[in-house]
C-alpha cells in the first residue's frame, strides 16, 4: 500500500525541539517512519533490517513509544505478526508530525518553492525521505504546467539551505495517473485545492 499525505508547516527550530523530546536516534528513526506515513504499519524484523539494529533495541522503542501512546498496536484477525501505527489520536500527533517536517526539509520546499509556482497542482516525495529516513537527496515527482527554468533557479536557492540534492521528475496533468506512485512510498506534500489535505493512494 502506497500512503501520500500532507502537513502544515508551523514554524519552529525543529532539530532543537527533537534532541530535546527524543534523544536516542533510534527513536528518531522510529518515528519518522511513521510519523511521515500515518497509515503504514511497521513490524519488529522489519525495522531490525531497515535500521541495522538488534530486535532488542528497537523492541525497547517500540515498547517506550508504546507507552508513551505515541503508537499503537494493530490487531486483526489476519496479522500474525505484531504490528505498530501511529497513533493518529494522539494530542501532540500534529505537532510532532510537524517537528519531524521540518526536520527533513520539507517545510522549505513548500514555503520556498511550490508555493511561488502557481500552476503548480501537486507534489509528492518519493524515496529514502518518504519513508521516513533522512537523506542527502529528495526526490519529486511535480505535477502541473510551470516554467522549468524558474523552477529550476527556486530548486538552487532550496538546495543551498537544506544541504541537499532535489531530483525531480516533472508531468503534466494530463500525462500523470496515480498509477505511477503505486509501486513507490509517497508522500503528498502539496496540492493546489487544498494545501492541508491529507490524500492516502492504496493500491
Do not use: W
Request: some cysteine.
Amino acid at each position: 500500500m502506497t500512503h501520500c499525505a500532507l502537513a502544515f508547516i508551523e514554524p519552529s527550530s525543529p532539530l532543537i525541539l527533537i534532541n530535546q523530546l527524543f534523544t536516542g536516534k533510534i527513536r528518531l528513526k522510529l518515528l519518522s517512519r511513521i510519523l511521515l506515513n500515518p497509515e503504514t504499519q511497521v513490524y519488529l524484523r522489519q525495522l531490525e533490517k531497515e535500521f541495522n539494529v538488534s530486535s532488542n533495541t528497537v523492541r525497547i522503542e517500540l515498547n517506550k513509544l508504546t507507552e508513551m501512546k505515541l503508537i499503537e498496536e494493530v490487531f486483526g484477525e489476519k496479522i500474525k505478526v505484531k504490528k505498530y501505527k501511529a497513533n493518529l489520536l494522539h494530542p501532540l500527533y500534529h505537532s510532532l508530525r510537524n517537528i519531524i517536517y521540518q526536520y527533513l526539509g520539507i517545510d522549505h520546499l513548500i514555503e520556498d518553492i511550490f508555493n511561488k509556482l502557481g500552476s503548480l497542482q501537486e507534489v509528492y516525495i518519493t524515496g529514502d525521505i518518504a519513508e521516513g529516513k533522512n537523506s542527502l537527496f529528495i526526490d519529486l515527482i511535480v505535477v502541473g504546467e510551470i516554467d522549468k527554468l524558474y523552477y529550476n533557479r527556486l530548486v538552487e536557492k532550496a538546495e543551498l539551505i537544506l544541504n541537499k540534492k532535489i531530483r525531480t521528475g516533472f508531468y503534466l496533468p494530463s500525462t500523470f495517473s496515480t498509477q505511477i506512485l503505486r509501486e513507490v512510498t509517497c508522500v503528498c506534500i502539496f496540492t493546489s485545492d487544498n494545501n492541508s489535505l491529507n490524500n492516502l493512494i492504496d493500491d
